[in-house]
């Protein structure tokens, strides 16, 4: 007897770890220009496409370059010469290539490249933490988080259409995070060629976009000054903001054909009557999921919004479901100096005259491969129950290191 | 120069003169050429060597986690893109400081010539006062084995797999030794784990070169587990590829090349790629293009070093 | 929901025997998830991996620190403290041993499988590797799976004569098994 997994008619089921979902992804996608350089956690990517590529399944250029300044110097070029592009890569990578990161930006190419979340803190090291994506958020990218295998795939498919997009034009990185879910095997609901090739159709239906081509009189990489520079720097800054309404509608246009909605710059689960909520990024949220459902059983008002879209900052979007909420708290898995709380946390605070009344705090998790546990979780929701209920509440803290929770006079002396 | 087996052995023994600074039970695979390789340097070179390494396989061992380490030797963890850099500042430091040092700045291929290969270029060209080692396992092996610049012919590794569209690595390796001996540093030399007498010779006198400026060593490192051979045959495969000169042993002063193992009756490529899974979906033409291109690399190499009494170092830059 | 945990060392497939499960599970229409600990691996390191399998879709992205059910592929870890942490009343420990007599025990262990998973790998593959053993012989001990989905999760992961070979390993692990309650 032969068991099938369960197929719908245009798609397959695959068990499949998140590297394997965007390196099917990138090979739905039938980009022209593929560059390649290993780095944990990663690499299966790269592997699994240079797979493809050695048996005929990818009709790409493959470079297999010598390091990551290199990739995104040459997906870069090759976007700006009127290819589809793909990379990968993770934080020591990132930032190896930054300076061509930016440039990538700064030309509005459309180039789409995948980072798997990993510290890169000044200590090295391989573990998961999303300092890396911290580290580069104002490069001027479109910044995506996945939260799952399945959601891995299908934000690589989006990111196309996002990047590619006629009023958009803005390199966009898709992150997840590393180990958590670069490793992680999950079932995926993998579509078919023909329902790809159908949701980017409507990319060829544009005007075209400016390539440097020979004859064609057109050159990229000119010095920019004084009012010519601003236009270009305000006309990013613009189609940043666009791209929040257009990730809404692709999303829309993503459940007609493949059936999956997420909701667009953030997901709200069991928010409408939420008097208490986190907010968080990434793997964690699926943990955060399982925990809620729990303490709901015990008649505890929490929920979680999700943040999909880092870059832009989904502000408007997340002063809309948080609004008069009685106590936030937000989960980062980075630092950041000189505030007291992670980086999403502050940059949520900018926000918070306009959430009427609503209290935050900052719990620091899952930095360096400590696991956001189920504990841990419960632990950030009875804080920020507590902080709903009156009590007095640390503003920051630090999930898996006690030490952290001392005050800074008894800490005089230390390093 | 032939002595009987166990001359021979005793001879290598005597270079071992100091201790054994890692401890046992390490991260290395059985056969692992690497671990040979890293354990002879400091037994011969001495323990107060100041020891770079970067993310590579060397990295589980040489690298500590948090405050623990597995050896005892100074080390300097950094990355691949700036290693002979920092290296390079250590060394210059201790020069003004006058600080005595051998600064050994410990790379893979992968490091020495894709990634790394920049600073290392750099380096040599200001002639900086330390030895670099490139453990020589023919591609990116700790993150699960993919191709690097040293990668032969022909081989079947993650980013250049063997496939139905696919013959392997369709790209000839660069001769990363070769190169640098074009920088005219006082002192190349390429070395393997079968002449390990010779290792230890060319360790003493990168050592010695390395007062008047820049040393680097080649050193082929067989990996068990990316190339695909028994872990036993390490040596053997060492062996085989210095028999079959697909890689000559030779060593270079300021650039001078001369050959330090005549091969007097080379065996063919094959019976170095037999060992080897790697190479397994080779058929006769593939591993044809693999003997040419050993055989041109031999040619070249053949023709710098009788080049050799024509050129003579200008009188100006000799020391 | 089964939480699983794997341990054994380097090279045995202790990763790949819970990707197969997950397949496996996946076939009928269930969900799994199953990852590995993090840690550089090598041939001969301990290796620890991770499993949940459910009918409902697996959410937690967290490591299983109370496992219902121990998969060991290396019999020299089956009395290791890290192999038993967390274990909750009425576990089960599957075992890959030459030795079948119990000589393993803990309070909250309640059931032993015990198979000599290498024997079987290198009658039918040629190699010690014991993981497509373990998955039938994980399929009979948890009653979570019958054979027919644990032989057709192979076809995503071997092919040819490999993958006839393996399909053996599972059923003789399913058929050959020990099972002891405790």
Redesign the interface.
């Known amino acids: 007897m032969n068991t099938k997994i369960n197929a719908k008619a245009n798609s397959q089921i695959k068990v499949i770890t998140g590297n394997a979902a965007a390196a099917i992804a990138a090979k739905l996608a039938r980009p022209d220009v593929v560059a390649a350089y290993p780095i944990t956690p990663q690499t299966e990517i790269i592997e699994q496409i240079s797979k493809f590529h050695a048996n005929g399944e990818m009709d790409c250029e493959l470079i297999t370059v010598e390091g990551e300044n290199s990739a995104m110097n040459a997906v870069m070029a090759a976007s700006l010469a009127g290819g589809r592009v793909f990379t990968a890569t993770s934080s020591w990578g990132l930032v190896f290539m930054y300076d061509a990161v930016l440039a990538t930006a700064g030309a509005r190419a459309p180039v789409v490249m995948v980072n798997v979340n990993r510290e890169t803190p000044g200590i090295i090291a391989v573990s998961s933490g999303q300092q890396d994506m911290i580290s580069t958020r104002d490069s001027g990218w479109i910044f995506l988080i996945a939260e799952n295998c399945q959601e891995v795939l299908d934000l690589v498919l989006q990111a196309y259409r996002l990047a590619e997009d006629y009023d958009i034009q803005v390199p966009v990185m898709v992150h997840y995070d590393g180990f958590y879910l670069s490793y992680l095997s999950e079932v995926v609901d993998v579509p078919f060629q023909e329902e790809v090739d159908r949701f980017l159709a409507v990319l060829k239906d544009q005007p075209e976009r400016t390539k440097l081509v020979p004859g064609g009189k057109l050159g990229c990489g000119s010095h920019g000054i004084l009012g010519g520079y601003l236009e270009l720097r305000h006309k990013h800054v613009s189609a940043m903001e666009r791209s929040k309404a257009k990730f809404e509608q692709i999303d829309k246009e993503y459940q007609e054909i493949f059936g999956r909605s997420y909701g667009g710059q953030v997901e709200a689960y069991r928010m409408d009557d939420a008097d208490v909520v986190l907010v968080g990024s990434g793997s964690m949220c699926g943990t955060i999921k399982t925990v809620i459902d729990a303490k709901r059983e015990e008649g505890v008002k929490v929920g979680l919004l999700k943040m999909r879209m880092y870059r832009p900052f989904p502000g408007e979007a997340m002063v809309k479901a948080l609004k008069g909420k009685k106590a936030i708290g937000v989960v980062d898995r980075s630092l950041c100096f000189g505030f007291k709380g992670g980086p999403i946390y502050t940059e949520l605070k900018a926000f918070e005259t306009q959430l009427e009344g609503s209290k935050m705090v900052s719990f620091i998790d899952g930095i360096a491969n400590t696991d956001i546990t189920t504990a841990n979780v419960e632990t950030m929701i009875d804080t920020t129950c507590g902080l709903a209920a009156g009590k007095e509440v640390r503003e920051v803290t630090w999930i898996c290191y006690p030490e952290a929770q001392e005050s800074d006079a008894e800490k005089m002396g230390g390093r | 120069m032939t002595g009987k087996k166990k001359g021979k052995l005793t001879k290598v023994l005597d270079y071992l003169k100091y201790e054994d600074p890692f401890s046992k039970g390490v991260a290395f695979c059985p056969g692992c050429g690497l671990e040979l390789l890293v354990r002879f340097i400091p037994q011969v070179l001495g323990n107060d060597i100041v020891i770079t390494g970067t993310p590579s396989c060397s990295a589980p061992v040489l690298l500590g986690q948090n405050n623990q380490s597995w050896h005892t030797l100074s080390y300097f963890g950094t990355l691949m893109t700036g290693a002979a850099a920092n290296a390079t500042g250590l060394a210059r430091y201790y020069r003004k400081a006058g600080i005595k040092n051998t600064v050994v700045c410990f790379n893979g291929d992968g490091t020495a010539a894709d990634i790394g290969f920049g600073n290392l270029s750099g380096a040599a060209e200001r002639n900086e006062p330390f030895i670099y080692i490139c453990y020589d396992n023919e591609g990116y092996m700790n993150t699960g084995i993919q191709k690097s610049g040293t990668t032969p012919y022909g081989a079947s590794t993650t980013t250049t797999p063997f496939g139905s569209a696919s013959k392997g690595k369709n790209l000839r390796r660069m001769n990363l030794a070769l190169k640098m001996a074009m920088h005219k540093i006082p002192y190349t030399a390429t070395a393997t784990l079968s002449d390990l007498g010779d290792l230890a010779k060319k360790l003493l006198k990168a050592k010695e070169a390395k007062e008047r400026g820049f040393a680097f060593l080649h050193v082929l490192a067989p990996c068990t587990t990316g190339w695909g051979y028994a872990p036993e045959n390490t040596i053997e495969v060492c062996r085989r590829a210095v028999k079959t000169n697909y890689f000559p042993l030779w060593e270079a002063i300021n650039g001078k090349i001369r050959m330090t193992k005549i091969v007097k009756k080379p065996k063919p490529v094959s019976t170095y790629t037999e060992l080897i899974k790697k190479f397994a979906h080779l058929n006769e033409a593939d591993l044809q293009i693999l003997q040419d291109d050993v055989d041109y690399e031999y040619c070249m190499l053949g023709g710098l070093s009788v080049l050799e009494a024509e050129c003579q170092l200008p009188a100006s830059l000799e020391d | 929901m089964s939480d699983v945990r794997f341990h054994g060392r380097g090279g045995q497939g202790v990763v790949t025997t819970?990707?197969i499960l997950?397949?496996a599970f996946?076939?009928?229409?269930q969900?799994?998830?199953?990852?590995?600990m993090?840690g550089?691996e090598?041939?001969?390191?301990p290796v620890t991996a991770f499993g949940r399998f459910s009918d409902k879709?697996?959410?937690?992205?967290?490591?299983i620190?109370t496992p219902e059910i121990l998969v060991v592929l290396d019999p020299s870890q089956r009395n290791s403290e890290a192999v038993f942490q967390g274990l909750v009343p009425g576990g089960m420990l599957l075992l890959n041993d030459s030795d079948n007599t119990i000589n393993v025990s803990h309070e909250n262990l309640k059931k032993l499988g015990i198979i000599d998973a290498n024997k079987i790998a290198l009658e039918e593959i040629g190699l010690p590797i014991p993981n497509t053993v373990i998955v039938g012989a994980f399929a009979k001990m948890s009653g979570l799976l019958e054979i027919?989905?644990c032989c057709?999760a192979l076809q995503?992961y071997f092919s040819g004569k490999k993958l006839s070979a393996n399909i053996v390993c599972v059923k003789r692990g399913f058929e050959e098994v020990e099972l002891f309650d405790l």
């Open positions: 819970s990707k997950a397949n996946a076939r009928t229409g969900f799994g998830a199953s990852f590995p993090f550089f090598r041939r001969g390191a879709p697996v959410r937690e992205k967290t490591q620190y027919d989905p057709d995503d």
